[in-house]
């Protein structure tokens, strides 16, 4: 596992990121989130694995990754595709998915791709919450020899 860690753009407005797994998540109510831990929470961060990504670059420089995200949202399955076109540090793009049954209330519809031009790349991916404009699922993808993504949502 690479020590390095991917930074997160949204996550430095907050210093209230609470890290918890999967279960702890499944295992909270939305009512319960601002008093957990005895204080106020603005993002809690779960941890999934990122699995096959295949990027690619086309001749006209269009920029393309996609990747599946396992053991997320229980035992769901959710591929993605994202495209950047160059010259781009964002890019919007359409979130496919598969039927989410234990989050129902998220419909993620809505994401921007964000990649820092560094030779090591990390990209930012906000899924916006078309109920809540305060919600968000932000996941890092880091481009590095294991691939890890995390997940956070903003209360």
């Keep these: ?28 109510k939305q009512h319960d989130y601002p008093n957990y831990f005895g204080h106020k929470v603005d993002l809690v961060c779960l941890v999934a694995q990122v699995q096959g990504v295949q990027p690619a670059i ?10 599946t995200l396992s053991d997320l949202f229980g035992g769901q399955s959710i591929i993605a595709n994202y495209t950047q076109y160059e010259g781009q540090d964002i890019q919007k793009s359409i979130f496919e998915r598969n039927q989410i049954t234990s989050l129902k209330q998220l419909k993620l519809v ?3 791709l964000a990649a ?14 078309s109920v809540s404009d305060h ?21």
């Design 135 to 155: 919600n968000y699922i932000m996941y890092h993808v880091a481009s590095s020899i294991s691939y890890h993504c995390q997940v956070m949502y903003n209360t």
């Design 1 to 28: 596992m690479s020590s390095k860690k991917p930074q997160s753009i949204i996550g430095k407005q907050s210093s209230n990121i609470v890290p918890m797994s999967l279960k702890m998540f499944k295992s909270l």
């Design 116 to 129: 820092q031009k560094d030779k090591n790349l990390y990209y930012d991916v906000k899924h916006i919450e």
């Design 110 to 112: 809505k994401c921007i």
């Design 58 to 67: 086309s001749k006209r420089g269009l920029f393309q990754l996609s990747f």
